[in-house]
C-alpha cells in the first residue's frame, strides 16, 4: 500500500514537503523553505525528517522557495537523483536559488563578524551557490500534459496551475500490483481574474486530492473595483506630478503589473514618461515571461498583440530596466514623473528602501502595495500608518499617501478553491487540505461540508494510506 506523509506546510504555508512511498519507489513532492520570523527559520537547519538516500525522485510544483527553497540543502545531503519541474520552473529556480544563496552568504559573513567579536563560534550559510549548481544540474524539465515515468511504478503529469509562470498541478499515478492510482496535488492554485497566468486546469479524477489552502477563508475583492482603484492613483499621480512607488515581489506580481500599466499606456492613459523596473533579479524574471509568452491566457496574448506587442517590454514601452546601481541611483533625480517599481515586497530589504529615502516624504509621492505586507515589515508599518521610519540609518519623515491593494493575488480565492475541487464530485477522492493556516483550513473545510465534502485537515508528520 502506498503512503503519504505530510512533513512541511501543514503548520503555517510553508516549507512545503510530502513524501510518498510505495513498496518500489520513494517521491518527495516539493522541498521548501521555512519562511517568517528568524525563529521559525531555524527549522531549515534541522535534519530532514526523512532518509535522503531513499528518494528515488523528487517533484516540483512551481519555482517559489517556500515550494523548492530547501532543495540546494538535499543536495548537499547526498541527493543524487532528479527534480521533475517544467521548464519556465526551472529558469525561475535558478533565479530564485542563486539569489537565496547571495544572501544566505551575506547573512552568514555579517552575523560571523559578530560572532567573531563575541568569542563564539562560526555559522556555515544554509546553502552555497555551489549546492544551488549541483541541484540545477539535476533538473528534468518536461512539458505540461505529458505523462512521464519518474520512479518505478510512478509516473507524473503537469497540469497549468496559472500561479506563476511555470507553475503545475501534479497528478501522480502509482502503479502497485497492477492497480493504479491517482494522486492529485493541487500545488498554489492561480487567481483566474490574475493578469497573463491562465485559469488552473481542470481535472475531474483522482482517488486523492492534497489541495493548498493559503484562501481558505476569504474572497478576493474584485479585479474591477481592484483595477479601478490603480488607474485612479496612477492618472492621479500622472496630474499631480508625484512619483509613484511600487514594492513587488520580482515573479509574478511585477509583471502582472507592468501589463496592467501597459494596459493604461496602450489606452493613452499614462502620462508619466517613464516606468524603472528597479530590480536586477525582477528584471531577469520578467525576461523569462517573455522568453514563455506563448503560455499567457489567450485574451491578454490577444490584447498585446493587437498592440503590435509580443512582449512586455514592447507594451509598455517607456519601461527602463535599471540594473547597475548607478542606474538606480541615478532615478534619485527625478523628483517627479516616475513609477518606480522595486523590491523587496515587504521592503525589508533591496532598492525600494532607498527609493523611499528619497520620496517618502514629498507629499505628491504616492506608494501603492500590491502584495500582501506581514506584521513587523517596513512595509506592514506603511500600511498601518506610521508617521515617519527609519531607512539605512536615517529617520524620514511619511508624507506620501500610502494605498494598498487588496485585489492583486496570483492565490485562489475560498470560491475559486470550492469550485477546483467541486470538478471531482462525480466520484469523490479522498481530500486533505494543506499549505494554509489553520484558521484557513477550518473556514474553507467548513464552506466544503456545506456542499458535501468530508476532508481532512494534514498533521504534521502524519501518514495516510492512498
Ligand atoms: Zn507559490
Redesign the pocket.
Same mark, same amino acid.
Given at each position: 500500500m502506498a503512503g503519504l506523509t505530510f512533513h512541511g506546510a501543514v503548520e503555517g504555508v510553508t516549507g512545503s514537503a510530502y513524501l510518498l512511498q510505495t513498496k518500489r519507489a520513494t517521491v518527495l513532492l516539493e522541498c521548501g523553505l521555512v519562511q517568517g520570523s528568524p525563529k521559525a527559520e531555524k527549522a531549515n537547519e534541522k535534519p530532514f525528517p526523512f532518509a535522503v538516500e531513499s528518494i528515488d525522485a523528487v517533484v516540483l $510544483? %512551481? *519555482? %517559489?522557495l =517556500? %515550494?523548492s527553497g530547501r532543495l540546494p540543502r538535499l543536495a548537499r545531503d547526498g541527493y543524487g537523483g532528479q527534480i521533475i519541474l517544467t521548464r519556465a520552473t526551472g529558469e525561475l529556480l535558478e533565479i530564485m536559488l542563486k539569489d537565496a544563496a547571495y544572501l544566505q552568504k551575506k547573512d552568514a559573513e555579517w552575523e560571523n563578524k559578530r560572532r567573531r567579536r563575541a568569542g563564539k563560534r562560526e555559522i556555515e550559510p544554509l546553502f552555497t551557490e555551489q549546492d544551488v549548481q549541483q541541484i540545477l544540474a539535476q533538473c528534468e524539465e518536461i512539458d505540461y500534459g505529458r505523462r512521464w515515468p519518474v520512479a518505478p511504478g510512478v509516473h507524473v503529469c503537469f497540469r497549468d496551475a496559472g500561479?506563476?509562470l511555470g $507553475?503545475a498541478i501534479v497528478e501522480l499515478f502509482i502503479d502497485e500490483g497492477g492497480r493504479e492510482q491517482r494522486l492529485v496535488f493541487s +500545488? =498554489?492554485l492561480g487567481n483566474s481574474e490574475a493578469a497573463l497566468m491562465r485559469d488552473p486546469e481542470i481535472l475531474t479524477s483522482a482517488d486523492a486530492v492534497l489541495m493548498e489552502s493559503t484562501y481558505g477563508d476569504r474572497n478576493h475583492r474584485s479585479m474591477e473595483d481592484t483595477l479601478d482603484e490603480f488607474r485612479g492613483i496612477i492618472l492621479e499621480a500622472g496630474a499631480t506630478g508625484g512619483n509613484v512607488l511600487i514594492p513587488s515581489f520580482a515573479v +509574478?506580481r511585477t509583471q502582472e503589473v507592468i501589463f496592467r500599466l501597459g494596459e493604461m499606456y496602450q489606452q493613452g492613459d499614462l502620462r508619466q514618461q517613464a516606468v524603472f523596473l528597479d530590480s536586477p533579479m525582477a528584471i531577469a524574471v520578467t525576461e523569462v515571461y517573455h522568453r514563455h509568452h506563448s503560455s499567457f491566457n489567450s485574451e491578454d496574448r490577444d490584447q498585446m498583440r493587437q498592440s503590435h506587442a509580443p512582449s512586455l517590454h514592447k507594451f509598455l514601452p517607456v519601461l527602463r530596466y535599471s540594473r547597475s546601481t548607478e542606474e538606480s541611483m541615478a532615478i534619485n533625480r527625478l523628483s517627479e514623473g516616475a513609477i518606480i517599481i522595486a523590491g523587496s515586497g515587504m521592503c525589508n530589504g533591496g532598492r525600494i528602501r532607498h527609493h523611499f529615502k528619497h520620496n517618502l516624504w514629498r507629499q505628491r509621492t504616492h506608494v501603492l502595495f500590491v502584495g500582501y505586507q506581514a506584521s513587523g515589515t517596513p512595509g506592514r508599518a506603511l500600511v498601518d500608518g506610521v508617521k515617519s521610519i527609519q531607512m539605512g540609518g536615517e529617520r524620514i519623515a511619511v508624507k506620501a499617501a500610502i494605498h494598498t491593494l487588496g485585489g492583486f493575488s *496570483? %492565490?485562489a480565492s475560498q470560491a475559486q478553491l470550492v469550485d477546483w475541487v467541486n470538478h471531482f464530485a462525480k466520484v469523490r477522492p479522498r481530500l486533505y487540505l494543506v499549505h494554509g493556516e489553520d484558521d484557513a483550513k477550518l473556514a474553507l473545510r467548513e464552506r466544503l461540508a456545506m456542499v458535501g465534502w468530508d476532508t481532512v485537515i494534514a498533521a504534521q508528520g502524519q501518514t495516510v494510506t492512498l
Open positions: $510544483s %512551481h *519555482a %517559489h =517556500d %515550494h500561479h506563476i $507553475s +500545488g =498554489d +509574478g *496570483a %492565490h
